[in-house]
């Protein structure tokens, strides 16, 4: 089956995050801030390609010793993909690859050869067929994107292969000089409505201080989580009350674990939730 590499959301992800280190690393900061927008816009807690992703990385980055459970962990994976709404996913999709175009040179974007490529293919073109009307016609076709699969969750290479990446980009460390214009570009953008919460956050994931950013994310973590508790306790509207519940719920299952643009956005979105939810007590309370 042909694949358009293009319409991978793995490959647009992996190649944003590359586009964060390594304009970091060749100090061309506006790369790195332009790709970082982005990621903050389309893969953000509650969007359709935060959602799309988390479930192409459930495949990506798991790994067993057990055939049978491989292939219920991806059955599983395809029937939840399944419920998500194609014609919205396509649309924020597009929107993306077309941001990306007038961002970047597209040529250049997409022309990094990506390490594991007919596994990337293989999960996005049944994730694809999960939710399409048109399926698979070819019976055989099928069974070798689902066999792919399967190889990769009992012999998985791919964490191997980004920690040697990262490994890699962080020997060359990020100058005081380079982190200090990349935090003002972010601060000429975001200064006035991040509070110091988030700027903290920001600057210990910029800095790349590894310890001091799980430092970090506990301390927010817990802080948020109090938020939440408070506002779930006061909430009289049955609706928000569930869904509140529900953002708790994500939240407690956050781990403290290493930098990524992808942990980085979705605690800045609730850090952004935790201060409205602030301020709205205040004004109840005044």
Do not use: W
């Not at 994310?217 to 009289?236: N, P």
């Not at 800045?268 to 301020?279: I, M, P, R």
């Amino acid at each position: 089956m042909k694949h358009n590499k293009k319409h991978n959301i793995g490959i647009i992800f992996e190649l944003l995050t590359r586009q964060v280190a390594e304009g970091v690393v060749r100090k061309r900061p506006e790369a790195s801030q332009a790709a970082s927008d982005l990621i903050y816009k389309y893969f953000s807690l509650n969007t359709v390609l935060h959602e799309e992703l988390s479930l192409f990385n459930i495949l990506l980055y798991n790994q067993t010793d057990s055939h049978s459970i491989a292939g219920k962990l991806l059955e599983s994976v395809l029937a939840y993909a399944n419920g998500i709404n194609e014609t919205e996913l396509c649309k924020s999709k597009d929107s993306l690859l077309e941001e990306i175009r007038n961002t970047f040179r597209e040529q250049d974007f997409f022309k990094i050869k990506i390490s594991n490529y007919k596994v990337y293919a293989s999960i996005q073109q049944l994730l694809d067929n999960s939710r399409q009307e048109k399926k698979i016609k070819n019976i055989t076709e099928k069974i070798v994107l689902e066999e792919a699969v399967i190889d990769h969750l009992l012999n998985n290479t791919e964490v191997k292969r980004v920690q040697e990446y990262k490994a890699k980009v962080s020997h060359k460390p990020v100058d005081n000089f380079t982190m200090k214009l990349i935090f003002e570009k972010f601060n000429e953008k975001y200064g006035s409505t991040f509070n110091k919460h988030q700027k903290s956050l920001l600057k210990t994931f910029i800095n790349d201080d590894t310890p001091q950013f799980k430092s970090c994310v506990e301390s927010e973590v817990k802080r948020v989580d109090a938020t939440l508790r408070e506002a779930i306790d006061k909430c009289e509207d049955s609706i928000l009350k569930i869904k509140l519940q529900d953002a708790k719920k994500i939240l407690n299952e956050v781990e403290s674990s290493e930098p990524t643009e992808q942990l980085l956005a979705q605690l800045l979105t609730y850090l952004d939730l935790a201060k409205e939810l602030g301020e709205g007590q205040e004004l109840v309370n005044s």
